[in-house]
């Protein structure tokens, strides 16, 4: 039985380029912004509820299991304020959202998305309620957590952490029809609207600069990226 998704923020699904939003929007040059059948960011994804997720045991062990990735859960009480990641995700099935308040309103949602692969999250103090529905189970991120960086990113992977899971610099993405891959910069994993730095939907050959400065580079329904020179 189908569910209408929720839109957070009173954005649009989809996703336009920052400039344009910021010409119509009053100067809000954060807008995830208007648009239609395109990937949205992560302040207009739509709920698409699914089939649940695999149970995966053992690599559930492995990962230090935060909280599961289906359930509604208060903020303070059944999980901590802090940075999660859930990975892994397939088929869009994945949507998580944070909230104000349990009132299941929109005017309550701070941020929300539909993942496919991998996503960061980072859940305030002030939030009061994360939803996960058919995710992967979230783990809990060091932000002191080193790794080696890749110059090289799955194009329908989700979120990177710059600087751990993808280095700085010039990406190539290729080949992309109907509009249908979306990218976004962003200072952190809040996932709202002002989280992001910059964003577009490509038709083509996609070329996008991640600084070291970068926090996350999200990419879904894309190519796969490739460092330029």
Avoid at 4 to 18: E, N, S, T
Avoid at 25 to 49: E, F, L, Y
Avoid at 143 to 149: C, D, L, N, Q, V
Avoid at 155 to 181: E, H, I, Q, R, W
Wanted: net charge neutral; hydrophobic share 30%; proline share 3%.
């Amino acid at each position: 039985m189908g569910m209408k998704g929720k839109v957070a923020l009173g954005a649009v699904v989809g996703v336009v380029v920052i400039g344009v939003v910021s010409a119509n929007a009053g100067g809000n040059d954060k807008d995830g912004g208007s648009g239609s059948g395109s990937k949205g960011s992560s302040a207009s994804a739509q709920h698409k509820p699914g089939s649940k997720k695999d149970s995966g045991g053992s690599q559930a062990a492995a990962k230090k299991v935060a909280f599961e990735g289906d359930g509604d859960f208060q903020v303070g009480k059944d999980v901590k304020p802090g940075t999660y990641r859930t990975t892994g995700n397939t088929d869009d099935m994945c949507y998580w959202e944070r909230a104000k308040d349990a009132s299941g309103e929109t005017d309550s949602l701070l941020a929300n998305d539909n993942v496919t692969g991998t996503s960061y999250v980072t859940i305030k103090a002030t939030d009061k309620l994360f939803k996960s529905s058919g995710c992967k189970d979230w783990e809990a991120v060091d932000p002191k957590a080193k790794g080696s960086p890749a110059s090289t990113a799955d194009g329908d992977g989700g979120m990177f952490k710059v600087g751990t899971d993808l280095a700085p610099g010039t990406y190539k993405s290729t080949g992309n029809a109907d509009d249908s891959c979306y990218w976004e910069r962003t200072k952190d994993a809040e996932q709202g609207l002002d989280s992001i730095i910059a964003n577009n939907n490509v038709t083509g050959t996609a070329v996008v600069t991640i600084k070291p400065t970068d926090a996350y580079f999200k990419t879904t329904g894309c190519g796969d990226w490739k460092k330029a020179g």
